[in-house]
């Protein structure tokens, strides 16, 4: 279809569902206006939950400020640098991202089950000067590090965020008795609860980005060839939220009351669209699956958090469907099912 043809069938489609032709102007240009936004007017109520833990929209602001504090106290971190992130459903992600974010850097969505030549190529195409990875997946990133210019590796635990003592027992049995976690020497790392204790949340000031700044990093599949960094910017992140946002109000989506099931992973736009840039500004909650692969553990989870929308791609979907206790399970509460 030539551009002309295209763009009279997208307004025909918009008119058809009652979808705006047009944006309203919003003061959210930036990240940095969507967080000012979440802890405003969210930050009573719960932002993400995983494994039974929840945190708040001030909690979630609170640290990922100490986060982005402790990253500005790096000698050799400065506004701009690249900072990869290769975490799947935790806890640990927003926190990570928001505190990228708001130190004015950028993030590099990393596939946590990449090979060690995928992820030396990432950091490298990336340029990225530390990476946030998963205990529990490190060895690739052990075997990959030392090719690449990154300079410090933060490993983080399943249960970093949840309090003791369950923290201390899910790590104990993570790698003395499923032995999960494999033992690897670094040449530099930390622990992501040390690089948040060297933060302090009372110092930090937004960095101002601009609605021009990279915000992202987010590599495409690479099916045809390498794997591109499209650059994302604040301005087309929060351009694509407020576009999208139309679809909520169809909903009756009701601002900071809704739940969301996030089973698809962070470090995809997909979910990092609906968790970190919708949720934020619908100030909903995402329950996090760390393994929606385990289709009886996440229905189980399902069970536990009567939601309101559902996010999943048509695979997710499929398998779903063919189980007896997914058709088993209330929806009398869903408003939306994005695919």
Known sequence: MENSSVMEALRAARDRYGISQELTDSPIKTFDDLFAH?????????????????????????????????????DYLQRGDRIAIQLPNLLQYPVAAMGVLKAGMVVVNV?????????????NDSGAKMIVCFANLAAEVHQAVD??????????QFADLHPAPKRNLVHFVLKYVRREVPSLQWKSALRFRDLLAAGDDTNYQPPGSSPEDIAVLQYTGGTTGK????????????????????????ANWEKGQMRMMVPLPLYHIYAFDVSVC??????????LIPNPRDLDGFIKEMKKYPFDGFTGLNTLF???MNKESFRELDFSRCRLSLS
């Open 38 to 74: 979440a802890a405003e007017h969210f930050s009573g109520r719960p932002a993400f939950t995983c494994f039974g833990q929840s945190l708040t929209f001030g909690e979630l602001d609170r640290l990922s400020s100490k986060f982005a504090d402790a990253l500005l106290q790096r």
């Open 111 to 123: 596939n946590p089950l990449y090979t060690d030549r995928e992820i030396e190529a990432q950091l």
């Open 147 to 156: 090719r690449t210019d990154v300079q410090e590796v933060v490993i983080t």
């Open 227 to 250: 794997a591109k960094g499209v650059m994302l910017t604040h301005g087309n992140l929060m351009q694509n939220m407020h576009q999208v946002a139309q679809v909520y109000d169809h």
């Open 278 to 287: 919708h949720g934020l500004n619908q100030g909903h909650e995402s329950v």
């Open 318 to 320: 499929n398998g779903l």
